[in-house]
């Protein structure tokens, strides 16, 4: 049943790193698709550009940070069971 258990983690462990290159992928279309468009025909000030990063890519960043601080945490629980 730890086995089971264990090889189960592991598969979440994949799911959760495969969420944090969605996360990535979408953020990066994002920024790349909607925001910068805007910002060619107007010039943005250095607190809009500042803004952005923080409203944009710093909650992406986060987010795939934590998610693969999950898949390895699962990964590690993984191993301890074994």
């Not at 495969?18 to 943005?44: C, Q, T």
């Amino acid at each position: 049943m730890t086995i089971i258990g264990a090889v189960l983690n592991l598969g979440f462990a994949v799911v959760a790193v495969a969420a944090a290159a969605v996360v990535l992928w979408s953020g990066w279309v994002a920024l790349r698709d909607e925001v910068r468009p805007g910002f060619k025909s107007v010039r943005p000030g250095p607190g809009s550009i500042v803004l952005t990063l923080l409203g944009v890519v710093f909650p992406v960043v986060m987010i795939a940070l934590f998610t693969l601080y999950l898949a390895i945490w699962l990964v590690n629980v993984s191993f301890a069971a074994l």
